[in-house]
């Protein structure tokens, strides 16, 4: 019988992670590791933090040492994208044109940053971060400080950025459109205060704004605001989010809506064609609902459990989905799910204007999200009490004496 063989499209850290678990759990068969960057798989949280404010080696973001692949016979294939796949013969086609058979298919393609399209975009000096070789080329930009840096979008990225432009020195603007920052993710009341943060560390905060457009010739120097305002820059960072990459799913015509949709095991519409991290959008049980997350975590845990059905195993992917961020001195994880229009409101435990509390996100008297800022060692209970869906005093949840596992 000839060897079973499982791929896996993208190298990065969901599919690296799938790969060590398929090995872990005793495969024996061939697995195929292919990326289309040219370095192997690695962590991104540290190239807007760590890497970028030059604290830590590049090296200390590899998922793996590098020769884990060969003692492994993980076959991995760098610089090689899977450009089709034929899922009635079973094969992917390569860029290197070579078809390659497989029994069981992972895509963990994960996101590409989208693209500010507006007049002036190409100009030299605005910069996206997405890979080791875009932070590499940021810090390069803002490390010797003294420069005009405007950054659009107050997402997370957009946020980590400017931290780390204001860290060296730099002049920093940020523009956005909405109210507050992280608004789609925090809502309001978190927002404001991320936006004090960054106010605080001098960061010129331009709200109900968006960008409209780039002037310069050759290089950027100033960005234009949709209200009509010039802002000089030298460098500029784009974080608008970003988009799953889904077009070889599309193509083979899997279903497809904001990511590759997949069951809680994580199977797309083909059985034998998987999908995790960034670009699945996965039935998630515990929520009742789909949810495509765009966090470390989900890529850290997703690309093993996809592995294990891949095997055969009976897999429910319910985790709360779970995400921490690093600015200036500030360090907060974040649990559950607080978008605005889905909780009624927000009650804090701790000192909010010291910036160390716990902010928990209620929907009809049930915690739906809490995010622990400066207070560590929580995250496994605020996860269980979203995981137990019990209704809880406000004032108790609010009470620092009050233990939060008597609350679940
Ligand atoms: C700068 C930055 C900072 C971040 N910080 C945090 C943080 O603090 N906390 C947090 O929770 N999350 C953070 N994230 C998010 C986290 O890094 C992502 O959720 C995670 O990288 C997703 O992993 P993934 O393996 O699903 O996809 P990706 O990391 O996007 O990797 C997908 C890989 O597949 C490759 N690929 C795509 N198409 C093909 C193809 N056809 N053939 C072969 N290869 C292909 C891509 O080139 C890429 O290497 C950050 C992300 C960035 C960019």
Redesign the pocket.
Known sequence: MPEETFVI???????AKAAETLREEGFAGRVLL????IERPY???P???GFLLDKEQREKAHVHEGDWYDKHEVDLRLGV???AIDRAAHQVRLSTKEPIGYDKLLL????SPRQLEVPGSRLQGIHY??TMAD?AALKQALAHGGRRVVVAGAG??GL?TAAAARSYGNDVTVIEPEPVPLHASVGPELGAVFADLHREHGVDLRLDQGVAGFWGAGQVSAVVTSGGAEVPADVVIVGIGVRP?TR?AEEAGLEVADGVLVDASLRTSDPDIYA????ANAYNPLLGRRIRV??????LNGGPAAARAMLGQEVTYDRVPY???DQYDLGMEMSGVATPGEYDEVVYRGDVAGREFIAFWLSGGRVVGGMNVNVWDVTGDIQTLIRSGSPVDGTRLADPETPLTELA
């Open positions: 499209a993208g190298a990065s850290l969901a599919g292919i990326g289309e960057e962590e991104r949280p190239l807007s933090k994208s899977v450009d963990a393609t994960g996101a971060l997405r932070s997370w990225i980590e990459n070889l995790a991290g960034d670009v765009e966090h470390w975590a989900n890529a995400f921490f961020s």
